[in-house]
C-alpha cells in the first residue's frame, strides 16, 4: 500500500516486508518495528545445499514467488503453481546453521515439502528455513552499538527517499525510469528534497518510534531486476547511471540503512520528523577518482 495524501513535509508514503529474504514483497498500510526490523520481515530464508543464503543476485525467478503470512507461518505461491502451506518449525525441527554473507545463523529447517516445492519453481536444489529467535540468533554491531538482525543482508530496516528516486530517474536514459520496487526498501518516506536522507541521523515516525540512519547502502544487480516479471529490461541500469554520481569506496549508493532506537506501530501516512541531522554520510568513504 502506498498513499499521497497532499502531507506536508516528510511522511510515510509506503511500506514493504519480504517475509522471504529474496522473493517477493508485500506492502502493508501498518507494520509494527521490533530491534531485529520489521515484524515478519525476512524471518525465513532460502538455501542452497550447503546451507548458503540464495537470493535474486544468482536466481531471479524467486522474484516469482510471493510468500503470503498466515497465521500458522506461510503458504508459498506462483503463478500456475498449486500453493504450498508451510507451517513455522516447531523446536523438534532441525537445527541447521545457515550462512548470511560472513555472518553463522542458527535456523529451524520448514521441512521436506517446502524444500522440494521451492526446488521445483527455482529450478535448483534449495531448502527453506526459519528464524526461530531473531531477539538472539544474529547479533552484529552496527555503529556504536550491538542489534539483533534478521536475514536481511547486514542491518534491521532500509529507508528510501521518493525525491531521490525521481532524481535518478530524470538521470536514466529516456523511457527506463524505474519504480521504488527495485530497492526492496521497508520503509519509503514522500520528501522534496533528493538526497536528503544522507543527512538524516535519527527519525521519529508516527510522533513515537524512533529509528537511527547508520550508513549507505550499496547497491548489487537486482537492482535491475523487474520485480513483477523477473526479467531484466536493462542489464546496466539503474547501476550505471548511479555509478556517475554515487559511487563511493564501499560501492554505488541508493538509500540509507537503520537500526530501531524505540519501537512500535507505524503506518502510511505517518509524519516523518528528523530529529537529527549532520553532513551527507557518503563523504564519510567518498571515492576520489569516481
Known amino acids: 500500500m502506498s498513499v499521497d495524501m497532499g502531507l506536508q513535509g516528510p511522511h510515510v508514503t509506503s511500506l514493504h516486508i519480504y517475509p522471504v529474504k529474496g522473493l517477493h514483497g508485500l506492502a502493508p498500510a501498518s507494520a509494527m518495528l521490533s530491534p531485529w526490523g520489521m515484524e515478519g520481515d525476512r524471518r525465513w530464508m532460502v538455501v542452497t545445499p550447503d546451507n548458503?543464503?540464495?537470493?535474486?543476485?544468482?536466481?531471479?525467478?524467486?522474484?516469482?514467488?510471493?510468500?503470503?503470512?498466515?497465521?500458522?507461518?506461510?503458504?508459498?505461491?506462483?503463478?500456475?503453481?498449486?500453493?504450498?502451506?508451510?507451517?513455522?518449525?516447531?523446536?523438534?525441527?532441525?537445527?541447521?546453521?545457515?550462512?548470511?554473507?560472513?555472518?553463522?545463523?542458527?535456523?529451524?529447517?520448514?521441512?521436506?515439502?517446502?524444500?522440494?516445492?521451492?526446488?521445483?519453481?527455482?529450478?535448483?536444489?534449495?531448502?527453506?528455513?526459519?528464524?526461530?529467535?531473531?531477539?538472539?540468533?544474529?547479533?552484529?554491531?552496527?555503529?556504536?552499538?550491538?542489534h539483533p538482525v534478521s536475514f536481511a543482508d547486514g542491518y534491521p530496516l532500509l529507508l528510501a527517499n521518493t525525491a531521490s528516486l525521481e532524481a535518478l530517474n530524470d538521470r536514466l536514459p529516456a523511457g527506463q525510469a524505474i519504480p521504488m520496487s527495485r530497492f526492496r526498501a521497508n520503509i519509503v518516506i514522500s520528501s522534496n528534497q533528493a538526497w536528503a536522507e544522507d543527512s538524516w541521523r535519527r527519525l521519529c515516525i508516527g510522533g513515537n518510534v524512533v529509528v537511527r540512519v547508520v550508513a549507505p547502502c550499496s547497491r548489487c544487480v537486482v537492482t535491475s531486476i523487474d520485480q513483477n516479471t523477473a526479467q531484466v529490461p536493462n542489464p546496466k541500469e539503474p547501476l550505471a547511471t548511479l555509478a556517475s554520481f554515487r559511487r563511493t569506496s564501499g560501492g554505488v549508493m541508493f538509500a540509507q540503512n537503520a537500526v530501531v532506537e524505540k519501537s512500535g506501530l507505524i503506518s502510511v501516512g505517518d509524519r516523518v520528523e528528523v530529529l537529527e541531522e549532520g553532513p551527507s554520510n557518503l563523504l564519510d568513504n567518498q571515492n576520489k577518482t569516481a
Open 52 to 146: 548458503r543464503f540464495l537470493t535474486q543476485r544468482t536466481c531471479r525467478d524467486m522474484a516469482l514467488v510471493a510468500p503470503i503470512p498466515t497465521a500458522e507461518g506461510l503458504v508459498l505461491t506462483r503463478a500456475g503453481v498449486q500453493p504450498c502451506p508451510v507451517r513455522c518449525p516447531d523446536q523438534t525441527a532441525l537445527l541447521l546453521t545457515v550462512t548470511v554473507w560472513k555472518d553463522q545463523v542458527q535456523a529451524r529447517d520448514a521441512g521436506e515439502e517446502a524444500a522440494g516445492w521451492l526446488t521445483r519453481v527455482l529450478g535448483r536444489p534449495c531448502r527453506l528455513v526459519w528464524m526461530h529467535r531473531p531477539e538472539l540468533a544474529r547479533i552484529r554491531m552496527l555503529g556504536e552499538a550491538e
